[in-house]
């Protein structure tokens, strides 16, 4: 950990946004990123990879503490990420591994388990962290907390562009559905639940495009954290 170097949270729901905002911020500012929900992705397709039950939580939480995990940071903020030394990226992002993801995260142990993995990021010149409970939990601490929301309808035709974009069909209605269950899921957990941290700026993006939610956090970050007006 540094303690000088600052760090933006940037939580919220499924499918609002967060990692094109994370992604352009830490680009913008020089900043590392950690993608949190990556590691509930690969913990959830490690323990499935290892015919573990997901509710088998101290099966679970093993694979957690034990993951064999690299980010491979390239130019342009992009990340290659490797799991027991082979890409797993497109595997990542599925649907699938997403709702796998959110079983396990619901379970506190694992939680537990990779809270200090996600601290490790904190490194200066400074920090975006993406996540669910980035402000409430893991960096209670930061210099701007940012909650970002949008209508559910929203949120799932945002998935579906960018799904057409990479190429995959898929139901926007199943989407839709999808989305609803995970959130219900994330909000209503007892172990650090979806909500907004003590002193986060909410921005509902339902009607912004992402240049918008881009510039609007940019300003909160120059004018919160102190930095140079021309970042
Ligand atoms: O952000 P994502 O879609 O990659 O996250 C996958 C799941 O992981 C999500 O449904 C909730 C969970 N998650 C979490 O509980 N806490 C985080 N900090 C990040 C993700």
New binding site residues.
């Given amino acids: 950990m540094n303690i000088l170097a600052p760090v933006i949270t940037v939580?919220g729901p499924?499918?609002v946004g967060?990692?094109t905002l994370c992604r352009w911020l830490a680009n913008r500012l020089g900043f590392h990123w950690l993608?949190?929900?990556?590691?509930?992705?690969l913990t959830a397709l490690a323990a499935l990879r290892r015919n573990l039950a997901l509710e088998n939580e101290a099966g679970v939480t093993a694979v957690a503490a034990g993951l064999a995990a690299e980010f491979v940071t390239e130019t342009g903020g992009a990340a290659r990420i490797l799991l027991d030394g082979a890409e797993v990226g497109p595997e990542l992002r599925t649907e699938t591994c997403?709702?796998a993801?959110?079983r396990?995260?619901?379970l506190p142990m694992v939680?537990a388990a990779l809270l200090q993995r996600?601290r490790d990021f904190w490194r200066l010149p400074g920090l975006v962290a993406?996540?669910?409970?980035?402000g409430t939990v893991?960096f209670p601490d930061a210099g701007l907390k940012l909650f970002l929301t949008a209508s559910a309808e929203e949120r799932a035709r945002r998935r579906h562009k960018q799904l057409s974009e990479q190429g995959v069909n898929a139901s926007l209605k199943d989407l839709a559905d999808e989305i609803a269950e995970?959130d219900a899921?994330?909000r209503q957990?007892a172990a650090?639940p979806?909500r907004p941290a003590v002193g986060a700026e909410v921005l509902d993006t339902t009607h912004w495009s992402i240049v918008e939610v881009c510039e609007r956090a940019l300003a909160l970050a120059i004018a919160r954290l102190g930095l140079p007006g021309n970042c």
């Fill in positions: 939580d499924s499918g967060k990692g993608d949190s929900g990556a590691l509930y992705r997403g709702a993801a959110s396990v995260a619901a939680r996600q993406d996540g669910r409970d980035m893991v995970r899921r994330d957990r650090a979806l």
